[in-house]
């Protein structure tokens, strides 16, 4: 399996002083293609910090950050902006939906913005595969959390990102929901290929999951492996 | 385009408040500026009409064709491509029912300054005039006679003229003699010689005249110098300046207000990778579609005033400025959404997704 995300060192210090906050203390960790990763731990434990240093929103401290071979430490914000848009696919806690988009139109809008775009066929088959298909009419206000957080998968699956990112994607889910969501997380992961870390409270969830890492005091721990 | 319009299409009610202002503040623009150009007409149409480049007055006048007198003998100190003399009187003009304030000017009919005929015939016989097509509007028609206040002279309208105006009044275009009888009365005879001014066209040269107590005067420069005339205009000019920032403060802050309300969704598109150019040109687009709209609607609302407006309002359309006018609309509603786009780029996707 070849690796996709590699983070050597890195540490993440907010403030100077006696207002310093170590959130993420020093850091090595690795993703391949196909994996499905779960992070778990304490609220304030560092693992916001952590993904969204992964997906180049925030400067690591110390380190670097390479993701399909490019050091994403070393770029410019607007490369960086260009990588979020080609190689990474956001969730989100809160909808990241555009409210005043549609579902199809919302999926339109990837397509005018980024490259390797999907195909009609693609497309109806992502919507197939999410069970979105009967939604596009339907703008965001109109959906249930359940069905807002499929399209925002299906949003941040568009065009086969290399790696997909989420924080806390189910919080504002039933369980049932819940776990309807990380099980397609699992499946679209495995199918497309990708990798998908996936920051969470609910250690239920982490059965779907084939490697867990735990995240104290901003040390993140591998915690358990699913063969 | 696609963001702007999409948004615009579910928010209507919002866009069309933000269109309406707009086009509530095109349509005063718009009508402010008719009524410029149309005081401008009111005042200098007739001069306009002249095609002349220069108007030779008396030094001592201070450029005032009223109070400008001299003798036709210093014709010979003009050396010009053509020259025509003017004699000017202000007068009340009354056909027993209606009275009108007029300007008469005393002319000769092989000169260039002799208007074209639009209705009736051109002065031949004493005491006939053409008179300004205004004075139709106002109830006089061919063949009236004329009682003037200051004389006891009967003057009779033989025909009309259009774009006849002077300095706010109707000129009643009339041969020199008739004018002089007017004007002296008893003393025709002596003052015959007596004109206001000496209209001149082709270059305009610095030895164009020798003669220290006559100065030529740019026909330019003649206009901004009728009374009232450059007052009126930059009244207006005024006006419609503040109206342009006006329009950009108050599109600057609707914009801002929209998109401070947006800033987390924006937040987002930047945390998924959308580009500050692309969601700026967004904003742009949205703002361009909106005060192109509200101009539109405003130029037509206008025009359709304009129509329905009693002919005693001086408003008359120049659809170039208006054009001008229009484009700056555009324009400076465009500058104020630059705040927007300030905004929108100073957005850290961070603070907005949350951690
Ligand atoms: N911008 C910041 N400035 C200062 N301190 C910060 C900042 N962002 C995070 N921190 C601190 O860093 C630590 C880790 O925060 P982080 O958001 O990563 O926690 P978390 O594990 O995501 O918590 P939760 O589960 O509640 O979302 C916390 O102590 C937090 O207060
Ligand atoms: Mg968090």
Redesign the pocket.
């Known amino acids: 399996m070849t690796t996709v995300l590699e983070l050597k060192q890195v540490t993440k210090t907010?403030?100077s002083g006696h207002k310093k906050?170590e959130?993420l203390k020093e850091t090595d960790f690795e993703a391949k293609r196909g994996e499905l990763i779960a992070i778990i731990?304490p609220?304030?434990?560092?693992?916001?910090?952590?993904l969204t240093i992964v997906g180049g929103l925030l400067s690591p401290t110390s380190g670097e950050v390479i993701l399909n071979g490019q050091n994403v430490t070393e770029m410019s914000e607007k490369q960086r902006s260009h990588i979020r848009l080609q190689e990474i696919g956001f969730i989100l806690q809160a909808s990241n939906l555009i409210p005043f988009l549609t579902v199809a139109k919302q999926m339109k809008l990837l397509d005018k913005v980024k490259k390797n775009n999907m195909t009609g066929d693609e497309i109806e088959q992502l919507y197939e595969d999410l069970g979105i298909g009967e939604l596009r009419g339907k703008y965001p206000s109109d959906l249930s959390g359940g069905e807002r957080q499929r399209v925002a998968i299906a949003k941040s699956l568009y065009s086969n990102p290399s790696i997909l990112l989420a924080d806390e994607p189910t919080a504002s889910l039933d369980s049932d929901r819940a776990y309807e969501v990380m099980e397609l997380l699992q499946r679209e992961t495995k199918s497309k290929n990708t990798t998908s870390i996936v920051?969470t409270?609910d250690t239920r969830l982490i059965s779907y999951c084939d490697k867990v890492y735990n995240?104290t005091d901003g040390v993140l721990k591998l915690y358990e492996e699913n063969a | 385009m696609f963001l702007a319009w999409n948004e615009i299409q579910k928010n209507k009610l919002r866009f069309v408040l933000i269109t309406g202002v707009l086009m509530l503040v095109a349509y005063l623009v718009f009508f402010l500026s008719g009524l410029a150009t149309g005081l401008k007409d009111l005042n200098r149409e007739s001069v306009d009409k002249w095609k002349a480049s220069g108007i030779v007055l008396t030094e001592e006048s201070d450029k005032s064709l009223y109070q400008s007198s001299m003798s036709i003998e210093q014709l010979d100190d003009v050396q010009a491509d053509e020259t025509a003399i003017l004699g000017q009187l202000s007068a009340i003009a009354g056909n027993g029912e209606e009275k009108a304030n007029v300007s008469i000017f005393g002319i000769r009919e092989d000169e260039f300054i002799m208007p074209e005929v639009t209705e009736g015939d051109a002065f031949t016989g004493d005491n006939e005039v053409i008179a300004d097509s205004s004075l139709k509007e106002s109830g006089f028609i061919v063949g009236d006679e004329l009682q003037l206040s200051s004389s006891e002279e009967k003057l009779k309208i033989v025909g009309f003229t259009d774009k006849g105006r002077f300095n706010a009044s109707p000129v009643l275009y009339t041969d020199l003699d008739t004018l002089q009888r007017v004007k002296f009365g008893e003393g025709a005879q002596t003052n015959a010689d007596r004109i206001n001014a000496i209209v001149i066209k082709g270059d305009m040269l610095d030895d164009l005249i020798n003669d220290e107590k006559l100065e030529v005067v740019e026909i330019e420069t003649f206009i901004e110098n009728l009374p009232g005339y450059t007052e009126q205009n930059l009244t207006l000019t005024f006006m419609i300046y503040f109206l342009f920032a006006i329009s950009a403060i108050i599109v600057a802050i609707f914009l801002y207000v929209l998109t401070v309300q947006k800033i987390s969704m924006f937040g987002v598109m930047k945390a998924q990778g959308i580009s500050n150019l692309y969601l700026s040109k967004s904003v742009i687009a949205q703002t361009f579609i909106l005060a192109a709209i509200g101009v539109l609607v405003g130029l037509g609302l206008t025009l359709v005033t304009g129509a329905f407006l009693p002919a005693a309002v001086p408003v008359s359309f120049d659809i170039p400025t208006m054009l001008i006018y229009g484009s700056v609309l555009i324009l400076v509603a465009i500058i104020g959404a630059v705040f927007s786009v300030l905004t929108i780029v100073r957005i850290d996707p961070l603070k907005a997704i949350g951690?």
């Open positions: 907010f403030g906050v959130a731990g609220s304030g434990s560092g693992k916001s910090t952590f920051v409270h995240m | 951690g």
